[in-house]
T-cell receptor, first 113, second 114 residues
Framework: NAGVTQTPKFQVLKTGQSMTLQCAQD?????MYWYRQDPGMGLRLIYY???????DKGEVPNGYNVSRLNKREFSLRLESAAPSQTSVYFC????????????FGQGTRLTVV | AQSVTQLGSHVSVSEGALVLLRCNYS??????LFWYVQYPNQGLQLLLK??????LVKGINGFEAEFKKSETSFHLTKPSAHMSDAAEYFC????????????FGSGTRLQVQP
């Protein structure tokens, strides 16, 4: 049982390059989330998808786009990477939004040079 | 809007000593509160959650937390620290209105000294 799978695990980009972070879950959850983790700032919500076919902005959406491809997959795209986007990115899922536990992937460590 | 404040970015205790990690929340509606733990180079895993039932919540690995509405607090405790408890701990809040996604505190790194 894989749970929440993120790819890639590590990535180095040059400023201005684009890339897509992939997230897939086999938990049959309705809601999916993208967070970024920076030292001393905890996890901040970038975008989330309450259910298939919907996406909403979180606290720090600028510079990112998302696609909820189907119930299982939720991707995060950086169109033109900037050094300020150097971070660890986590995908999470939950059965629904609100009062339910979220399950996290192992993270993607992204460095933008 | 909802928010979480974790007092103390680093806490150091001796093995066998009491662990106390502080969390205060702000929410205009009834909150749901969570504690997550993150071991090095891993994702987060749930320790425990408060969802408006019992105010004293027991979680995994001997941790517990008490919801105190009057103090807007949800502090995490463990009577006796173990070396394996060394990790980063995050308090988080959500609700059934508004964004309804977890809002995290800045985290507390727990060190356990032998």
């Amino acid at each position: 049982n894989a749970g929440v799978t993120q790819t890639p695990k590590f990535q180095v980009l040059k400023t201005g390059q684009s890339m897509t972070l992939q997230c897939a879950q086999d938990m049959n959850h309705n809601s999916m989330y993208w967070y970024r983790q920076d030292p001393g700032m905890g996890l901040r919500l970038i975008y989330y998808s309450a259910s298939e076919g919907t996406t909403d902005k979180g606290e720090v959406p600028n510079g990112y786009n998302v696609s909820r491809l189907n119930k299982r997959e939720f991707s995060l795209r950086l169109e033109s990477a900037a050094p300020s986007q150097t971070s660890v990115y986590f995908c999470a899922t939950s059965f629904k939004t609100g009062n339910t536990e979220a399950f996290f992937g192992q993270g993607t460590r992204l460095t933008v040079v | 809007a909802q928010s979480v404040t974790q007092l103390g970015s680093h806490v150091s205790v001796s093995e066998g000593a009491l662990v106390l990690l502080r969390c205060n929340y702000s929410s205009s509606v009834p909150p749901y509160l969570f504690w997550y733990v993150q071991y090095p180079n891993q994702g987060l895993q749930l320790l425990l959650k408060y969802t408006s039932a019992a105010t004293l919540v027991k979680g995994i690995n001997g941790f517990e937390a008490e919801f105190k509405k009057s103090e807007t607090s949800f502090h995490l405790t463990k009577p006796s620290a173990h070396m394996s408890d060394a990790a980063e701990y995050f308090c988080a809040v959500t609700s059934d209105t508004g964004r309804r996604a977890l809002t995290f505190g800045s985290g507390t790194r727990l060190q356990v000294q032998p």
